[in-house]
């Protein structure tokens, strides 16, 4: 091994750590028994008023887990001078945040100061799978809060612009394959975007093109239609796949197409190896809901930087 592999290899060793060995399914068994249950409870409350509820627990703990590990950094308000992860130009968008706050209310009355924020979050985006169609998993636990949430630091979020080479960086500094890549991006069967993150294909896409030639022609057609050239309707945008708010392999089918939204799901066709299992997955809805079990608990499992289990989800103590 050269000295330039050498350092790499330790630079991937320090930039993600798993703890997969540390957390267990069991975590809470004795301490907090109830805690799946509890969790459950407020995620399915809260998608009886709002059917976006789903896609916002998902995209949040995805979120989470790419900015300082899968710590409930997300969750943190802003305060004082310090803009907060939730501020950062990626996740204005988040929202359904109550549904945290709801979860960590019932569990402090039964059993205070046990389970974490992020804990809470891992849970609630389990459920917000499981209960809109999808698979169901026993989620591992112990993670423990951070303290820190700075804005700037969502910079390190994956971009809907991204191509497969900065997808391939951002995935793997996070100890996560290709095969995550193309199995967590069919997370995108839940949620809605808005113009601003897909516009790029619309609109003066290259010297050539002012179309991305990839977009199927009659589906670009209906996306200028809702996100014209000089959009001024701030909520325009569509949804990610024709099933919006069940959880299926609809997204797979739909990048097959040519009808995907962002540069970043198109960017799965570029290679060969991620094209194949966008393939497998588009022809096996089984195939894909067992993959993403194993991808998301990966994901879910990188190593925080938390020690605490705050009291309130929105604020240190």
Sequence with gaps: MNAHMLN???????????????????????????????????????????????????????????????????????????????????????????????????????????????????????DAVALSGGPTWAVPKGRKDGRISKAIETRQLPAPTFNISQLRQNFGQRGLSMHDLVVL??????????????????????????????????????????????????????????????????YYKMLIQGKSLFSSDEALLAVPSTKKLVAKYASSNEEFERAFVKSMIKMSSISGSGNEVRLNCRRVR
């Excluded at 301490?31 to 916002?56: E, F, G, L, R, Y």
């Excluded at 979860?103 to 924020?117: D, F, N, Y």
């Excluded at 069919?186 to 030639?213: M, V, W, Y």
Aim: glycine share 6%.
């Design 185 to 250: 991006s069919g997370g995108h069967t839940l949620g809605f975007a808005h113009c601003s993150s897909f516009q790029n294909r619309l609109h003066n896409f290259n010297t050539q093109k002012e179309i991305d030639p990839t977009l199927n022609p009659s589906f670009a057609a209906s996306l200028e239609g809702v996100c014209p050239a000089h959009n001024k309707v701030k909520n325009a945008g569509s949804t990610l796949d024709g099933t919006v708010t069940s959880f299926d392999n609809i």
């Design 8 to 126: 790499l290899l330790v630079m991937v060793i320090f930039v993600v750590t798993f703890d997969v060995q540390a957390l267990s399914p069991h975590y809470y068994d004795h301490t907090c028994p109830q805690a799946d249950h509890i969790v459950t409870n407020a995620v399915k409350k809260a998608m009886s008023n709002d059917k976006t509820v789903p896609a916002a627990l998902l995209r949040m703990h995805f979120h989470d887990c790419f900015v300082r590990g899968c710590d409930g950094s997300v969750l943190l308000d802003s305060k004082g001078k310090n803009k907060a992860e939730k501020d950062g130009p990626p996740n204005i968008s988040l929202h359904a945040f109550y549904v945290i706050d709801n979860a960590k209310k019932a569990l402090e009355e039964q059993c205070p100061g046990i389970v974490s924020c992020a804990d809470i979050l891992s849970l609630a985006a389990r």
